[in-house]
C-alpha cells in the first residue's frame, strides 16, 4: 500500500474547504479547512515516521522522498504561520502547491536508500535544512503573488475581491521579508554543511567525488542562494520592498521548483542519491 496517498486524499479535502472559505468568507469553514489541514499534517507526520523507521533515517535521499519530506514541512510552516496569525487567507494559494507535490511520491513512490554515506550527521544537516529553507522560500513566493494581486486591485482602484480577503500590503511585506530571512539562514547553512559533507565523503562514493559546480542541481542551489542575497541585500541597502520584493520572491521560488523538480529528476548527474 502507497502511504502517501492519505494525506494526499486529506490535503485535497482541505484544499476544497480553504477555496470555499475564501470564496465565502465563512468562519465555520474556514475553522473546518484548518482542522482538515491540521489531519493531513498528521497524516503525513505518520507516513514520514513509517517510513523513517523503515529506512533508518528521514526520507529524503532521492528526490520523490525528498519532495514528500518538502511538503510535510511547508505544511506544519504554514499550519505556524496560520495559527500566529489567525490569517487563512493564504491557505487556498499554499493547498494546491501541497497537493500537486504531494501528488507525485503519491503516484510514484521509490524506495530509500540504505547507503552508509548517507547516514552521518552532515547529510542530515544538509538536507533537512535546505527543505526547510525551501518551505520558508514557498510561503515567501506565495505571500508574494498575494501582494501583487492586493497591489493590483489597490492600483486600479477596484477594492473588491482580494482586499476584502487578503492582509494588508504592510503585513504581507513583512511577513514576506521575514519568510525569506529565514529560508536564507537556513539554505545557507544548508550549502556550508553539503561542501563540508561532499568534501568529507569524496573518497567514499563515486557520485560525491563527481559533484561539482558544473552539474545543473547544484549550480541553479547557488544561483538561488544568489537570488535572495540580492534581495535581503536591496531590501537593507537601497529600500527596496513592497512590489519589487514580491516579484522576487515569486521569481526565487520558480528557481527552487524548478531545481527542485524538472532538474532533480531529469538533469542532474550526480546529485541523484
Keep these: ?32 479547512a484548518t482542522t482538515l489541514l491540521v489531519a493531513a499534517a498528521l497524516a503525513h507526520t505518520f507516513v514520514i515516521g513509517m517510513h523513517t523507521m523503515e529506512a ?8 520523490t522522498s525528498a519532495i514528500a519530506s518538502f511538503v510535510w514541512l511547508l505544511a506544519l510552516s504554514y499550519l505556524y504561520v496560520e495559527m500566529t496569525t489567525d490569517e487563512r487567507a493564504m491557505g487556498v494559494f499554499i493547498l494546491p502547491l501541497l497537493v500537486g507535490l504531494q501528488a507525485i511520491p503519491a503516484s510514484h513512490p521509490i524506495a530509500e536508500a540504505r547507503s552508509q ?13 535546505l ?9 515567501a513566493g506565495v505571500i508574494g503573488i498575494t501582494y501583487v494581486l492586493l497591489f493590483k486591485e ?8 482580494f482586499y476584502t480577503r487578503l492582509p494588508s500590503l504592510q503585513i504581507l511585506d513583512r511577513m514576506n521579508h521575514r519568510a525569506i530571512m529565514i529560508g536564507w539562514v537556513f539554505l545557507t547553512l544548508g550549502i ?35 537570488v535572495y542575497s540580492f534581495e535581503l541585500f536591496a531590501a ?15 521569481l526565487g521560488f520558480a ?17 541523484n542519491f
Design 154 to 161: 489597490i492600483k486600479a482602484k477596484h477594492l473588491g475581491f
Design 1 to 32: 500500500m502507497n502511504l502517501h496517498l492519505l494525506p494526499l486524499i486529506v490535503y485535497a479535502a482541505a484544499m476544497a474547504a480553504y477555496a470555499w472559505h475564501f470564496a465565502r468568507r465563512d468562519p465555520a469553514v474556514g475553522r473546518a
Design 131 to 139: 527543505l526547510f529553507a525551501y518551505a520558508s522560500f514557498a510561503l
Design 117 to 129: 554515506v548517507l547516514q552521518g550527521p552532515l547529510f542530515g544537516i544538509h538536507v533537512s535544512s
Design 236 to 250: 537593507r541597502r537601497i529600500g527596496w520592498g513592497g512590489r519589487r520584493a514580491a516579484y522576487l520572491s515569486a
Design 192 to 226: 556550508v554543511a553539503g561542501a563540508v559533507w561532499a568534501s568529507t565523503y569524496a573518497g567514499a562514493d563515486p557520485r560525491v567525488r563527481a559533484m561539482s559546480l558544473e552539474d545543473p542541481k547544484i549550480f541553479v542551489s547557488f544561483v538561488c542562494w544568489g
Design 56 to 63: 533508518g533515517h528521514v526520507p529524503v535521499t532521492n528526490a
Design 255 to 271: 528557481i527552487v521548483l524548478l531545481n527542485f523538480v524538472p532538474i532533480s529528476y531529469f538533469l542532474t548527474k550526480s546529485h
